[in-house]
């Protein structure tokens, strides 16, 4: 049984999928959940504290699929395929996730913990995710070969989230192509020192 904060979340992500953020109302949002409007209070202080949560449970929702992507049997190639496919679909799914993954935020989302808040507190964004998926495949792959091409292939899907093509792109198997062709390796350090 999911507890109270679970089912709120799950009530603020389903109004947040209906209507604006704006439009989202507590009183809705409890009523929907099933809970009292004191018991949402009590989870999350309140509107911004609901919307800071809904942003957080998305970015978590994002990562855990970089995850099972990174995890799933195969080459490396299929698994950075995947890892493409995901990032895809997920902000093809989700505003929140389109929003973090590009950084485009309006006014019909709940604003991220540190976005226009309270200024100075790191936000969580673009770069701290592609530093997330990062840090995954370093663990998931053997070498930082691996995990740059990751990064690299996170990075030009991210492009076709932000600018998308007139017509059908190369998918998956075709940008894993151009991370290949681009002779993707990771520097040497006496090279790096340079």
Not at 27 to 36: F, Q, T
Not at 77 to 105: I, M, P, S, Y
Not at 181 to 186: E, H, K, R, T, W
């Amino acid at each position: 049984m999911p507890t109270a904060r679970e089912s709120l979340l799950e009530a603020a992500g389903a109004a947040l999928s209906a209507r604006p953020w704006p439009a989202v109302r507590m009183v809705d949002v409890a009523a929907a959940a099933g809970v009292s409007r004191q018991t949402l209070y009590n989870e999350f202080a309140g509107k911004t504290g609901l919307g800071h949560a809904l942003v957080r449970r998305d970015a978590a929702w994002y990562l855990d699929g970089v995850d099972r992507a990174l995890a799933s049997p195969g080459p490396s190639a299929e698994r950075l395929a995947a890892v493409v496919e995901w990032t895809g679909r997920a902000a093809g799914e989700r505003a929140l996730v389109r929003a973090l993954l590009t950084g485009c935020w309006n006014g019909n989302l709940p604003v991220p913990a540190g976005r226009g808040v309270r200024p100075g507190l790191p936000a969580l964004g673009p770069a701290e995710l592609v530093r997330a998926v990062r840090e995954r495949a370093d663990a998931a792959f053997a070498t930082g070969e691996g995990a740059l091409r990751c990064e690299l292939a996170v990075r030009l899907a991210l492009s076709y989230l932000i600018a998308p093509a007139d017509q059908p792109g190369p998918g998956s198997a075709g940008l894993l192509q151009l991370v290949d062709g681009a002779g993707l390796s990771v520097p040497s350090p006496r090279a790096a020192a340079r």
